[in-house]
């Protein structure tokens, strides 16, 4: 049912499609042909031409009180579409609930248009017909249905269509004509040689109907443009003319044969149910008429891009909280607060340039600009850490918590134009020398006694420099307010609604070079991609969310939320 949104809008089963067990529980006739999917569903095997009959008699029995008869060797329409046409009409000729008149061409052996619009608008139907099984089905159907007040069933000679139906009647005007032409020319056609291309899957639905109903001569191109003559010669005896057709590729041929004809008002549009696509196509002599819009050319609806996200339960917050605090700053964190300090700390880690941005209360919003890739192989990296770490156990001097060496982390720093002020290079290298943990910069101060993956110094040095870069104030409100200037960025959702409206950010030490200082993400060239992290709350919990922005592959952007979720479980999870 891929495309059932797209069904027309009053369409009663677009948003509510046929209950197989209820209807079965209702209706023993249909009960038979309902089975049960491996996954306990049930099901109906639309391959047999039984169970589509079955179907379509208790769907019309159910929801408006129809009791017909088909012939399973004549056409068996599908209630949904025939539906979209009906409303689709109503739309041309603004006949909802008005009284109409109509004439149904070839009407089968259902005569399902005329018994709809009868039923739900009170139209009256002048229905034509050349087979003679189909003829007495739908005489029948309108007469147990007490319909004859309202629907005048008529048998028509061969290759017949509107000159000759209208020509007992010559006084009365009717407000539409519908149709449901043959649609193949031949077996071979019907068959889908040579008219299905191979890349469709095969149809879901038996191919049932009398040789009158699926096949003309010349298909149903050169049937709807025998009516398209029959309409120059009839002109403002019907206020609307038009037909369903079954191929896509038909539509242009006719709306060019009626602009040849010079027909004023033209209009088309699409039926869809299921995977089942059928077009209609209608035309006007009249001026006053109003003409409904074509669909538009894009006509999948766009998905709803939601964001990548994931839950930290209430349960591992405390914890996060506890080791926010041991990384510096406020020591009442909120869990927003702790999670997104944590955030900055691991993405700093990872040398992702990062920016604070206006956000509502109780959340915190970093736009990201990812420059390369260096959370991939984070398991040989994290085990190529703890090996270091063993080394460095072994040497008298080295403190527990050295990891990696702070020349290695400043030369990585200083390739991504992180800065790192005098003092915290001296702290860097006593900390190295000696185990005393002496006065350092008051944002790279750590603890002894924290587990080895809480204290690589350089990581939170790198993290503290890349927040606390000398900008001017005047750019960086202006940056703010701007919201990332000359990027495309999304940021409704980070409306500021509380108090913060600037980031906050730290002046670098006084005197430091512009050019050392880390560039912002909106200055960035040449990156992979951009993305919007909010981190809010949610009852207990704190969700994360990441919003794609621009870039390359969202592929990355994936990797990147997974290996943030990682690390912060990772903390929780250590004792």
Not at 148 to 163: A, E, H, R
Not at 387 to 399: D, I, K, V
Not at 410 to 428: F, Y
């Amino acid at each position: 049912m891929a495309l059932n949104k797209s069904m027309h809008p009053r369409n009663r089963y677009k948003d509510k499609p046929p209950d197989f067990a209820y209807l079965a529980s209702k209706y023993p006739d249909f009960q038979e042909h309902v089975h049960t999917s491996l996954a306990g569903r049930p099901v109906v095997n639309f391959k047999e031409p039984q169970a589509v009959r079955a179907l379509t008699c208790t769907l019309l029995k159910e929801d408006f009180g129809l009791t017909i008869e088909i012939p399973l060797e004549r056409l068996i329409p599908t209630v949904p579409l025939r539906l979209n046409y009906i409303h689709w009409v109503e739309d041309l000729i603004d006949g909802q609930k008005q009284p109409r008149r109509g004439i149904d061409i070839g009407t089968g052996a259902s005569c399902i248009y005329p018994l709809l619009g009868a039923t739900m608008n009170g139209w009256y139907f002048l229905a034509t017909e050349v087979d003679d099984i189909c003829f007495d089905y739908a005489t029948k159907n309108v007469e147990q249905n007490n319909m004859s007040d309202l629907i005048k069933v008529v048998k028509v000679p061969q290759k017949t269509l509107l000159m000759d139906a209208l020509k007992e009647e010559t006084e009365i005007v009717y407000d539409f004509c519908m149709c449901n032409p043959p649609f193949f020319a031949n077996q071979l056609e019907a068959k889908g040689v040579n008219s299905r291309s191979s890349r469709r899957p095969p149809p879901s639905s038996v191919n049932t109907g009398g040789v009158t109903e699926i096949m003309a001569e010349g298909g149903e191109l050169e049937f709807v443009k025998r009516i398209i003559h029959d309409s120059l010669q009839l002109m403002k005896r019907l206020r609307w003319y038009s037909c369903m057709l079954g191929k896509k590729c038909s539509l242009a041929p006719l709306k060019e044969e009626l602009r040849k004809q010079g027909v004023p008002k033209v209009t088309h549009t699409e039926f869809c149910q299921g995977r089942t696509m059928r077009w209609a196509l209608a035309w006007s002599f009249y001026d006053d008429v109003i003409v409904p819009s074509p669909p538009s050319k894009k006509r999948k609806l766009e998905k709803v891009k939601k964001p990548l996200s994931f839950t930290l339960p209430e349960a591992g917050l405390k914890e996060l909280q506890a080791k926010a605090s041991a990384l510096g700053g406020a020591a009442a964190r909120g869990p927003v607060d702790s999670v997104a300090a944590l955030l900055m700390k691991t993405l700093s880690d990872l040398r992702v340039l990062h920016k604070r941005v206006p956000c509502r209360k109780q959340e915190q919003s970093l736009f990201l600009t990812a420059v390369e890739n260096t959370w991939i192989h984070g398991r040989q990296k994290r085990r190529d850490g703890r090996e270091g770490s063993r080394h460095l156990r072994e040497l008298p001097r080295a403190p527990h918590c050295a990891g990696t060496s702070s020349q290695t982390t400043l030369a990585a720093a200083a390739a991504t134009t992180t800065t790192t002020t005098p003092a915290s290079q001296n702290q860097s290298a006593s900390t190295q020398k000696s185990k005393s943990q002496g006065e350092s910069a008051p944002s790279t101060t750590t603890s002894a006694q924290e587990p080895a993956g809480q204290q690589i110094e350089n990581g939170a040095s790198s993290n503290e420099t890349r927040e606390d870069a000398t900008r001017d104030p005047t750019a960086e409100q202006k940056e703010v307010s701007g919201n990332v200037p000359g990027e495309d960025v999304d940021v409704t959702s980070s409306t500021c609604t509380g108090q913060e409206t600037v980031p906050q950010e730290t002046p670098a030490a006084e005197g430091e070079p512009p050019s050392k200082r880390p560039p912002s993400p909106a200055a960035v060239q040449h990156f992979l991609f951009k993305c919007l992290l909010n981190v809010m709350l949610e009852e207990s919990d704190v969700v994360i969310e990441m919003h794609w922005v621009e870039g390359q592959s969202k592929d990355l952007m994936n990797q990147l939320c997974t290996y943030l979720k990682n690390t912060l479980l990772r903390s929780v999870a250590k004792p």
